[in-house]
C-alpha cells in the first residue's frame, strides 16, 4: 500500500485481451510524481492500449491499475478529470482560432468563464500569441500549432498529462523548445507520460519502458540502459530490444 500511495501511476499484472489476442501481457510499472516517464516500443507493441486504458478509455481485462489514486476499473470519470492529453494526430480545432480553442476546452473542462478569461490571457503573454490569438489553427505554423496543443492540455492543471508523439514532424529547433516546455511543467510537480519514435528526445526522459510484442522488456533510467546494453544511445538500445539488432 506505501509503494501504491507514492506514486502517481501505480500498474501491477495489467492484461489486457481482444478475443484470444494478449495487447498487455502482465505490465508492472510506477510513474511518480513531476516524473518525466517515456513509453517506447514498435508499432504493434501494446502502447496504445495501455495509455487508453491509463486515460480510462478501455477497460483492462485483469490487474491492479490506479491512475492519480483513482481505480482504473472503477473510477475511470475521475481519472479523465484529473488528466490532460495531447495526441499527434488531433489536439485542436483548425477552424477555430486561437482564443476560441482556448475557451472551448476551458469549458469542457469545467473552468469558469471568468477564470478562463483570466487563464487565456496569461496563456497568450507566455506563448509570446497576442499577435495571433484570433488566427485560424489551421494557418499557424506546425510548432506553434503543438506549443499551444500542450499547453491547452495542461490548461486545467492536471496531475498528469500524457503525450501520444507530440512532436511527429516538427523542427529539431522546435522540438527542442517544446521539450523545454514539458521540463518547466514538470519541475512544478506536474506528471509527464510520453511516447515518441525520437530516440534522442527518449533520452530527455527520467525513465523509460520500452515494450516489445506486449511486455515490457527493459525498464530505468536513460544512462543505465544504454549501459546495460553497451550502446552510446538510446536508439542502440531500442534496437537490439525492439529489432533485434546488435
Known amino acids: 500500500m506505501q509503494e501504491e500511495t507514492e506514486n502517481i501511476i501505480y500498474v501491477r499484472d495489467l492484461v489486457k485481451k481482444f478475443g484470444n489476442f494478449v495487447a498487455n501481457d502482465h505490465l508492472s510499472f510506477e510513474v511518480k510524481k513531476g516524473e518525466i516517464f ?10 496504445t492500449t495501455t495509455i487508453r486504458i491509463l486515460c480510462g478509455l478501455s477497460s483492462p481485462t485483469s490487474g491492479e491499475i490506479k491512475v492519480a489514486g483513482f481505480d482504473a476499473f472503477k473510477e475511470t470519470e475521475k481519472i479523465k478529470r484529473n488528466i490532460g492529453y495531447m495526441s499527434q494526430k488531433f489536439s485542436l480545432y483548425e477552424d477555430l482560432t486561437v482564443t476560441e480553442n482556448i475557451r472551448f476546452y476551458g469549458g469542457i473542462y469545467g473552468i469558469s468563464r471568468k477564470e478562463i478569461k483570466v487563464r487565456t490571457q496569461i496563456l497568450l503573454e507566455k506563448l509570446k500569441f497576442e499577435e495571433v490569438k484570433n488566427t485560424l489553427i489551421k494557418d499557424l505554423p ?11 492540455a495542461i490548461f486545467h492543471q492536471p496531475k498528469i498529462v500524457f503525450l501520444d508523439e507530440p512532436t511527429g514532424g516538427v523542427d529539431p ?13 514538470a519541475h512544478n510537480g506536474m506528471t509527464i507520460f510520453v ?5 534522442d528526445e527518449a533520452e530527455y526522459c527520467d525513465r523509460i519502458s520500452i515494450m516489445v510484442e506486449g511486455k515490457i522488456a527493459a525498464l530505468d533510467t536513460p544512462l543505465n540502459l544504454m549501459k546495460e546494453y553497451e550502446t552510446k544511445n538510446m536508439e542502440g538500445v531500442f534496437l537490439k530490444l525492439a529489432r533485434n539488432i546488435e
Not at 511516447?195 to 530516440?199: A, L, N, R, V
Open 38 to 47: 517515456g513509453f517506447l516500443g514498435a508499432n504493434g507493441a501494446g502502447k
Open 142 to 152: 506546425l510548432g506553434w500549432r503543438q506549443k499551444l496543443a500542450f499547453s491547452v
Open 173 to 185: 529547433i522546435t522540438r527542442r523548445q517544446f521539450w523545454e516546455m514539458i521540463y518547466e511543467e
Open 195 to 199: 511516447t515518441t519514435h525520437y530516440m
